[in-house]
């Protein structure tokens, strides 16, 4: 219960952010941050990463580094770099 109230309270927080007028780039980088945060607390709990081994780690962490660097990658088309 306290997972599901965290993430209610997280989509609640990116919505209310999301009004702020933070401008294009402020609005996409909150939104990310609460999504990364939200995946690391879904990841944990439900895939069980606090109790997988070493390889199962390394597994996420190696598919979070190339899902970072494909959004660095577009960050240019995407429009926020021109600036």
Do not use: E, H, Q
């Amino acid at each position: 219960m306290v997972l599901f109230g965290s993430l209610a309270a997280l989509t609640l927080m990116s919505v209310t952010a999301s009004r702020l007028g933070l401008g294009r780039g402020g609005t996409i980088g909150v939104a990310l941050g609460f999504a990364a945060v939200k995946a690391f607390l879904i990841g944990w709990y439900f895939m069980r990463l606090r109790t997988a081994g070493p390889v199962a780690r390394g597994a996420v962490l190696i598919g979070i580094l190339a899902v970072l660097i494909l959004a660095i990658g577009i960050l240019p088309d995407v429009g926020l770099l021109n600036r």
